[in-house]
């Protein structure tokens, strides 16, 4: 006789492991919901835990939000264009920090950089978005300005 297991225990052996992972992982799945549930209005939130901005349109009627949306079209390219002049200041930024010898006056510079493409990304958003709300009814500029609860 050997005091090899069987094939078939072997099989088993290996589903069994592999049923109580999947159990403890199901497990941590439902104790993850129970413990920190996430309700529609913090599903989707901004650095202060209220909805993002992006979300708030997604949530207005469909004919509203269509009507927003064909007006803020005119305004993607600039937008698009000054997100990527940003992304270009906060690699240069990035660059600036690692560079070796440290250069202070030159990572002050980047960050000047970063905050003048900043400002002006967020001003072109403003600005087309100030244009845009003209075409929405007053309820839902209504249901936009509603503010949202926190985490």
């Known amino acids: 006789?050997?005091?090899?297991?069987?094939?078939?225990?072997?099989w088993l052996s290996g589903l069994l492991l592999i049923s109580v992972a999947f159990n403890c992982l199901l497990i941590g799945v439902v104790?993850?919901?129970l413990l920190w549930p996430r309700d529609e209005?913090?599903?989707v939130t901004g650095g202060d835990g209220s909805l993002t901005f992006?979300?708030?349109?997604?949530?207005?009627?469909?004919t509203e939000r269509d009507k927003?949306?064909?007006?803020?079209?005119?305004?993607?390219?600039?937008?698009r264009a000054a997100r990527e002049e940003l992304a270009?200041?906060?690699?240069?930024?990035?660059?600036?920090?690692?560079?070796?010898?440290?250069?202070?006056?030159?990572?002050l510079q980047a960050m000047a950089a970063m905050r003048a493409k900043n400002a002006l990304?967020?001003?072109?958003i403003q600005e087309a978005s100030a244009q845009a709300f003209a075409v929405l009814s007053p309820q839902s500029r209504?249901?936009?300005?509603?503010?949202?609860?926190?985490?």
């Open 88 to 107: 270009t200041a906060r690699a240069q930024f990035r660059e600036a920090l690692r560079h070796e010898p440290y250069d202070a006056a030159a990572l």
């Open 31 to 33: 104790a993850g919901r």
């Open 142 to 151: 209504e249901q936009l300005s509603r503010p949202y609860p926190r985490r």
């Open 68 to 79: 927003f949306q064909a007006a803020m079209q005119p305004h993607r390219p600039a937008i």
């Open 121 to 124: 990304l967020q001003q072109r």
């Open 1 to 10: 006789m050997t005091d090899r297991p069987s094939r078939a225990t072997a």
């Open 41 to 43: 209005a913090t599903a």
């Open 54 to 62: 992006g979300e708030r349109v997604r949530r207005l009627p469909p």
